[in-house]
C-alpha cells in the first residue's frame, strides 16, 4: 500500500532487483536495504485495479441520487377519511341520497370551494375535464364551433373541446410558458367567426389576463378559464377564474386539492350554473339538494330540455376534498418557499445553461412544481442525455416536448394544428418540468439542485456550451 500511495504522491519509487528500496524527490535519489519482496500475479493485478479504480473516482466523482418518491402525492387529512369511511358506514355516497342540501357532504364543498375562490356558483363533477367540457356547452358551444386555446396545455383541454363538438384552434405560448397574447390577436383576425377562447393557466402560470379580455372582449369571444393547475393562484389579488365567464378546477391527484378524480366548475352567472347542474345529473327537482345553485325559476324546464350526462361528484371525494381547503394558503406557502429555493440554486450553479419563466406582473403563484427551459445551444442528444442521467439518479423529469408527452400539441392527432406553430414547437423542445412533492423534507430539494446540475454536466460534453 505504501508503493500504492507514494505513486500518488507523485514520488518515483520503485525496487530494485536487489531488493533496495530507491525513491528519490526533487531530484536527490535515496536508498535503503530492505529485504527483497516478491509479488504474485494476482497480487500485482490487485495494485493495478486498485489504482485503476482510485484514479476513476478522482475523474468520476461520486454521484448524487435521489431515493424519495417524486409522485408522491398529498395525503388525506384524518378528517376527511373519517368523513369518508363513514359515508361507507351508511352506504349514502351518492350526492343526492339525503334529505336537503344542509345534509349533503357535495353540496358542503361546493360551499366551501365557492368560499375559497369568491364564486357566486359551483357545481362538484367526476373531474375537471367534464367541468371544461361543460362550460363549453354551458356558454352555448354549437358543434363546430371554433375554440381558441393554448397550443401549450394538457391533452384533456382539446379532449374536452372535442367533447364538447368544438373544433380547436391553437393560439402560440411562450417562454413563460403562457398563451402569447400576441398571437392571440393575430389568431382573433384570422378566425372571425371564433366564438371562445379557452385560455389554460397551465402548472399556474398566468398570462397578462388584462391583455386577453380586451382582446376578447373587442372580438366578440366569450373567455373561458381552464383553473385546473391555478387553485390558490390570484390575479391582481383576485383568484383566478373571474376575467372569464366560467372556470374549472380540478381535484385529480397531483393537483392542490386530492379526490384521486375530481372538478369544479364555477361562474357567476346564473343560467350556466342551472345548465351545468343539470347536465351534470340533477334530474327532475334535484336542484332543490344543492346550495351553490340559482333558484328553482333560473332551472325551469331544464331538467327535459337537456339532457343527463351522469357527472356527478361522489360523497367519498367531496369528503376527502373538504379539510384540504382549509390548508390551501398554509401549502401554498410551503411551495412557494421551496421554489425559490430550487430556481435559486439552479440559477445560481447552471444560469447559463437554462432559464426559468417568469411569472407575469400582476399574479400571486403557487408553485407546486418547477419548469425550466434548457438553453438552445444545448443540442437534442444532450438534452436526452440529461433526461437520462436525472432519471438513472432516482428524479424523473418530464421534456414537455417529448414525443410521447400528452403536452405536446404533436400528440393530439385527434385534434390537430391547422397550422404551424413555430414558437411552442421551439419551446417545447428545452421546456422541463419537475415535481415539488409537499410531503418532501426541505433537505430533499438540496438533492434535487444537486442532482439536476450533476446531470446536466455529465450530459453536456461541449465544452463551449459549458463555457
Known amino acids: 500500500m505504501t508503493i500504492l500511495c507514494s505513486m500518488f504522491a507523485g514520488g518515483g519509487e520503485s525496487l530494485s532487483p536487489t531488493g533496495s528500496h530507491s525513491y528519490h524527490h526533487n531530484n536527490t535519489k535515496y536508498i535503503s536495504k ?14 493495478v485495479a486498485l489504482a485503476a479504480g482510485t484514479n476513476a473516482l478522482l475523474t468520476n466523482p461520486v454521484r448524487t441520487v435521489i431515493t424519495r418518491d417524486i409522485k408522491t402525492p398529498d395525503p388525506v387529512p384524518q378528517s376527511g377519511i373519517d368523513e369518508a369511511v363513514s359515508l361507507m358506514t351508511s352506504g349514502r355516497m351518492y350526492r343526492y341520497n339525503v334529505k336537503d342540501s344542509a345534509s349533503s357532504t357535495v353540496s358542503k364543498c361546493e360551499v366551501e370551494i365557492a368560499e375559497y375562490t369568491g364564486h357566486k356558483y359551483c357545481v362538484a363533477l367526476n373531474s375537471c375535464g367534464s367541468a371544461i ?26 379532449s374536452a373541446i372535442e367533447h364538447a363538438g368544438g373544433k ?23 378566425y372571425p367567426n371564433c366564438k371562445f377562447c379557452l385560455i389554460s393557466h397551465m402548472r399556474g402560470k398566468i398570462a397578462d389576463m388584462d391583455a386577453v379580455k380586451d382582446a376578447c372582449d373587442r372580438h366578440n369571444v366569450i373567455l373561458l378559464e381552464d383553473c385546473a393547475h391555478s387553485l390558490g393562484v ?5 383568484h383566478t377564474g373571474h376575467i372569464g365567464k366560467v372556470a374549472a378546477i380540478s381535484a385529480q391527484s397531483y393537483k392542490m386539492i386530492n379526490s384521486g378524480e375530481g372538478g369544479f366548475l364555477l361562474t357567476d352567472d346564473a343560467e350556466i350554473a342551472a345548465k351545468c347542474a343539470v347536465y351534470a345529473g340533477a334530474y327532475e327537482g334535484l336542484a332543490s339538494k344543492h346550495t351553490t345553485v340559482p333558484g ?38 410551503k411551495y412557494n418557499k421551496r421554489y425559490a429555493f430550487v430556481t435559486e440554486k439552479l440559477v445560481e450553479r447552471k444560469g447559463h445553461l437554462l ?14 412544481s418547477l419548469q425550466f427551459n434548457l438553453n438552445h445551444d444545448i443540442t437534442d442528444e444532450q438534452v436526452q442525455n440529461f433526461l437520462d442521467e436525472c432519471a438513472t439518479h432516482g428524479l424523473p423529469v418530464e421534456l414537455f416536448g417529448h414525443k410521447s408527452n400528452a403536452r405536446n400539441f404533436v400528440n393530439w392527432k385527434f385534434a390537430p394544428a391547422d397550422q404551424p406553430l413555430p414558437l411552442t414547437a421551439k419551446m417545447l423542445t428545452r421546456a422541463c418540468d419537475v415535481r415539488l412533492p409537499l410531503m418532501w423534507d426541505d433537505e430533499d430539494f438540496e438533492t434535487m439542485v444537486d442532482v439536476l446540475c450533476e446531470s ?12
Open 34 to 47: 530492505m529485504p527483497a519482496t516478491r509479488f504474485t500475479k494476482l497480487a500485482l493485478a490487485s495494485i
Open 133 to 158: 367540457m361543460l362550460m363549453m356547452k354551458c356558454a352555448g358551444l354549437q358543434p363546430g364551433d371554433e375554440v381558441l386555446s393554448n397550443a401549450f396545455t394538457f391533452g384533456a383541454v382539446p
Open 168 to 190: 380547436a384552434v391553437y393560439v402560440e405560448s411562450n417562454y413563460d410558458h403562457v398563451m402569447c397574447v400576441d398571437d392571440l390577436e393575430k389568431k382573433l383576425v384570422e
Open 234 to 238: 390570484e390575479w391582481k389579488g383576485t
Open 296 to 333: 328553482p325559476e333560473v332551472f325551469a324546464d331544464l331538467p327535459t330540455e337537456i339532457p343527463n350526462y351522469s357527472l356527478r361528484m361522489s360523497a367519498i371525494a367531496a369528503a376527502v376534498i373538504r379539510p384540504q381547503i382549509l390548508t390551501l394558503d398554509e401549502r401554498r406557502e
Open 355 to 368: 432559464s426559468i419563466p417568469v411569472n407575469t406582473p400582476g399574479m400571486t403563484p403557487v408553485h407546486d
Open 456 to 467: 446536466l454536466d455529465a450530459a453536456i460534453a461541449d465544452e463551449d456550451v459549458m463555457a
